[in-house]
């Protein structure tokens, strides 16, 4: 007969169906715990321990800044402004909320609660319903929805709590790059909003007349360190709102790569609220020989200019943009006599002149609620006691397995 008494000895070899449950109930933990540790050293997160001698320094040099009561906040800068930058995803999902003094005790696990109807929700459904395309690369139809419904999340979070601020164009472009960086609506709003409050606040005023003022400090600046670049453009009459994107953007809008946005994030979250205008004076140094062989006329330059080379060298560029600021600090900058006095005074009232060394000091003395950064040591420990745990539940069934052959 092929039915199966229900009296009677087993047959030899048959597992009793408590058996069965708890092999299932093993194997559903084994299967969490290799999740769990796919997601710790997955190489696609960069939370893997670098094989390179220049990441695993990198790595060990943030975690000591971290781990420092209160964190090394210089020590930290001075790692996202370095060539390579943080070079890893979980690096940056820890730095930059540190660097920013972010404090996670005030953000709610779930950010759409904070939604509330605001003026802007069309310019942002428009902006974000023609994102992520380029970055990151390879991004599924569906995973790219998923992505625009997070962003659109995160935007309208900070709006809502944040009446005083506008909405531009260009916005959703930095958002984006924070997003995919750290894979979590809830930091990048965190982020956005310490950057919303410091680096970005000029920005999202109701009219665009402090960041125009910024880039009229790029004439000034090329005045003085590259005259050359200087006389040729201003001679074909281009004015220096080419760079007003790259100002907003913080360049994301017109770069394709996540790596290169990312790595000019480090240095830009890390940097002074105007070290986006040293970098776009170090692209046009950089570019110097390129722009001076085009004629001296007003569509071949202009458009020379917009149109960004790929093979750019980001790290000698970020590095020279750090020498200018040096050089030419901001109030020094606007104090230049090339610059006019409308622009000067716009200048030294701005929130990146007035407020932002309110802000950096906060940050200095540590104002931030971050839970501790996991380490090597602890990803050790909880693997081990998972291992444990797994062992304990799989030995009943091992021996009933042994007694039954």
């Given amino acids: 007969s092929l039915s199966l008494s229900l009296s009677g000895p087993a047959p030899r070899g048959f597992v009793p169906v408590g058996c069965s449950c708890i092999y299932s109930v093993t194997f559903f933990f084994f299967f969490c715990f290799v999740c769990r540790l796919l997601t710790w050293f997955s190489i696609s ?14 790595m060990r040099q943030a975690l000591e ?53 605001h003026k802007d929700e069309r310019q942002v459904d428009v902006d974000v319903a023609r ?66 409050r410091s680096h970005l606040r000029d920005f999202m005023m109701p009219n665009l007349r402090t960041p125009m003022a910024f880039a009229d400090l790029l004439y000034p600046l090329l005045a003085r360190t ?46 002074h609220p105007l070290f986006i205008l040293y970098l776009a004076a170090a692209i046009v140094i950089h570019r110097r020989h390129e722009l001076l062989s085009e004629d001296c006329e007003y569509g071949a330059l202009y458009k020379r200019l917009l149109a960004l080379p790929p093979d750019l060298r980001w790290p000698t560029i970020l590095a020279q943009a750090h020498d200018l600021l040096a050089q030419h600090p901001p109030a020094a900058l606007a104090a230049l006599p090339a610059v006019l006095p409308a622009t000067h005074d716009i200048v030294q009232h701005s929130t990146a002149l007035c407020y932002y060394p309110v802000f950096e000091a906060a940050v200095r003395r540590g104002e931030h609620g971050l839970p501790p950064m996991p380490t090597m040591r602890g990803v050790l420990l909880w693997s081990l006691s998972s291992a444990a745990a797994l062992a304990a539940i799989a030995l009943p069934y091992i021996l009933t397995v042994t007694r039954s052959a």
């Fill in 45 to 58: 997160d960069y939370s893997m321990p670098p094989r390179n001698a220049k990441g695993t320094d990198v």
């Fill in 65 to 117: 800044c971290l781990a420092a009561d209160p964190p090394d906040i210089v020590g930290l800068r001075q790692l996202a402004c370095s060539r390579h930058g943080l070079m890893y995803r979980r690096l940056r999902a820890r730095v930059w909320p540190t660097l920013l003094g972010v404090d996670l005790l005030e953000v709610p696990e779930d950010i759409t609660t904070l939604i509330q109807p």
């Fill in 131 to 196: 994102s992520l395309w380029n970055m990151p690369r390879g991004l599924a139809a569906s995973d790219r929805e998923r992505m625009r419904r997070k962003l659109s999340n995160v935007i309208n979070a900070l709006l809502s709590t944040n009446p005083d601020l506008c909405y531009y164009q260009g916005l959703h472009d930095i958002v984006s790059v924070l997003l995919v960086s750290m894979h979590s609506e809830r930091l990048a709003y965190a982020c956005i909003a310490a950057l919303a």
């Fill in 226 to 271: 590259a005259p050359d670049v200087h006389d040729h453009i201003t001679r074909a009459d281009v004015q220096p709102y080419f760079m007003i994107a790259w100002l907003l953007t913080w360049m994301s809008h017109v770069l394709d790569d996540w790596d290169t946005a990312a790595l000019i994030f480090d240095h830009c979250i890390a940097s």
